[in-house]
């Protein structure tokens, strides 16, 4: 894979709380020594994982892959294969997440499902929406099913994770004091994220395992990108599913605050990209037939933050 045009010294590595939650929340379940598995699996050639007794099957990852790929892209056996994988290490963690949730006596109202059904359908007629899970090969007792387990993981998260996180503000103005030049900004920055497509094949780690392979698919491929864009697809979303950077498409091509130095050493028409246009934003950059969707997401002002007028407060390094 070619270089990317946008590749900032300092981009950040960005690692959530809630990952961290997440992981703890999983080695303590498996490590419960009050938990049994709830039956011996029999392991058969469509048993794809067993987790505590409980079997994932092949045909659990075949619908979450129905559930969640672009029909509009074709995958090769590789890239299928790898997204399947990805999905079946998922499905995983969360069937471990799930019987937690279930010791607990977690459940989702059928009022709650309903909206997030609804919500799935996104605004399309029943009759539409049929067709489309018709064409996926799935039922709406699938969606339906998918729906409750992810709403499932959820109400533990906030159960066992984010209703514990308690920061009060005696906590917040300590910090401030205490890492006070951390918040004087020496200089303007803009937070930037980006979309690469380049166009040949390379590792990737987005999630849909898409890669354009020639300039013909790439260029067709920024156009869908920018489409979806228009149509308000969410950006960090489409980095996720469709961005060929390795490094940033799982953060949602999130490269953080990017100073006006480092932008100083970068491509010209990239640099444009960022310092001529306004938050919000979108341009594409088009260099040696790699395309870099950027967008600008925020800008700050150089000097120093006071606690009473930063909500958005952030140590600079």
Known sequence: ????????????????????????L?????????????????VGPDTWAVVDGRPIMKDDVEKAFRRNQDESRQLSAEETLTLKLSL????????????????????????????????AKKNMSEDAFEKELSKRNLTAADMREGLRR?????????????????????????????????????????RIAQIVVTPQRGQIQN??????????????????????????????DLAMDYSEDPETAPRGGDLGFVGVTQLNQVAPELRNAVLK??????????????????????????GQRELSSSASCRPHR
């Open 207 to 236: 999630r849909t395992g898409d890669d354009a392979a020639t300039p013909q698919t790439a260029a067709a491929k920024v156009q869908m990108v920018m489409q979806r864009l228009k149509e308000g697809a969410p950006f960090a």
């Open 88 to 119: 079946l290490n998922e499905l995983t963690v969360q069937d471990i997440l799930l019987a937690r949730a279930a010791a607990l006596k977690i459940e989702v109202p059928e009022s709650e499902l309903n909206d997030a059904y609804e919500k």
């Open 150 to 190: 992810e709403l499932l993981t959820q109400k533990l998260m906030e159960r066992e994770v984010t209703s514990k996180v308690n920061i009060t503000d005696q906590d917040v103005t300590t910090y401030f004091n205490a890492n006070k030049a951390q918040f004087n900004i020496k200089e303007d920055t803009y």
């Open 277 to 302: 246009q306004a938050p919000g934003s979108v341009r594409v950059v088009t260099s040696g037939g790699v395309h870099t969707i950027v967008a600008v997401l925020a800008h700050e002002p150089a």
């Open 1 to 24: 894979m070619q270089s990317r045009l946008f590749r900032p010294s300092s981009a950040p590595r960005l690692i959530t709380f809630a990952a961290v939650a997440l992981t703890s």
């Open 26 to 42: 999983v080695g303590a379940c498996r490590s419960n020594p009050g938990s049994t598995p709830t039956s011996t699996a029999a």
